[in-house]
């Protein structure tokens, strides 16, 4: 059988309806036979359709969301350093002092994290075996 363009629009009517997919809802949309509408499915292969609409539709909402994440952090991003930039200016002019160097402090963590860097030092201290055995010894 070949599909025609009635054959598409079932299909994509089924499919239109989500979770609530159902043989008899087309077969009630289009007025043809329970039996018809599940032929028509079985030869045109709506099931693996759908799963493969599903991959296709998951992989564009994934292109999306990741290119919406970008752009945030690029805004962001931005926005840290203008205000390092407008912090820097009053440092130099002495319109500012310095009452919270956490504060600078925490922004440049905030940039680090964002381009996927480390924020904080770990300070990991290597014992040599002559080392170890004199910490070691109970006696």
Do not use: C
Request: no cysteine.
């Amino acid at each position: 059988m070949k599909e025609t363009l009635r054959h598409k629009e079932a299909f994509e009517y089924y499919y239109s309806l989500g979770e609530k997919k159902s043989i008899t809802e087309v077969a009630r949309k289009f007025t043809l036979s329970r039996a018809s509408v599940g032929k028509w499915s079985k030869a045109f292969n709506w099931q693996d359709r759908i799963i493969q609409r599903d991959i296709e539709n998951g992989k564009r909402l994934e292109k999306k969301t990741d290119k919406n994440v970008v752009n945030s952090k690029a805004d962001y991003r931005a926005l840290i350093r203008q205000t390092v930039e407008l912090y820097k200016e009053k440092l130099k002019d002495k319109k500012i002092i310095i009452a919270r160097p956490s504060d600078l402090s925490e922004m440049a963590k905030l940039d680090l994290l964002m381009m996927g860097e480390a924020t904080d030092e770990l300070n990991i201290k290597v014992m040599l075996p002559e080392e170890f055995k004199g910490k070691n010894d109970n006696s």
